[in-house]
């Protein structure tokens, strides 16, 4: 079973940056699509930024220009660059990566990213 770790999280303030890794157990193959979701209290997880492995990318509307979705190494697969952040990005972000040939939808224990001045 492959683990992911989120790293990166921290607290922000308005305007400032951060970069979110995800870093697996293992080498994960045949992977179709990697994203990252996020979480805020009450609120049900909803997708961030995804890219699949042709390299297509499809971002949240509030995101767009603003965030930023790498393919990177087998051990450290995806990361997640914010810039401009807002106070309505806080929430717990979580990592997911689906593999095909086996079917596999793993998911990280997820970083919180507070944006508060």
């Known amino acids: 079973q492959v683990q992911l770790v989120e790293s990166g999280g921290g607290l922000v303030q308005p305007g400032g940056s951060l970069r979110l890794s995800c870093k697996a157990s293992?080498?994960?193959?045949?992977?179709?699509?990697m994203a990252w979701y996020r979480q805020a209290p009450g609120q049900p997880r909803d997708l961030v930024a995804a890219?699949?492995?042709?390299?297509?990318?499809n971002y949240a509307d509030s995101v767009k220009g603003r965030f930023t979705i790498f393919r990177n190494n087998a051990k450290n697969p995806v990361s997640l660059q914010m810039n401009s952040l807002k106070p309505e990005d806080t929430a717990v972000y979580y990592c997911?990566?689906?593999?095909?040939?086996?079917?596999?939808?793993?998911w990280g224990q997820g970083t919180q990213v507070t944006v508060s001045s």
């Open positions: 997911n990566i689906k593999s095909r040939a086996p079917e596999n939808d793993y």
């Open positions: 293992r080498s994960i193959f045949s992977i179709a699509v």
């Open positions: 890219v699949t492995s042709g390299g297509s990318t």
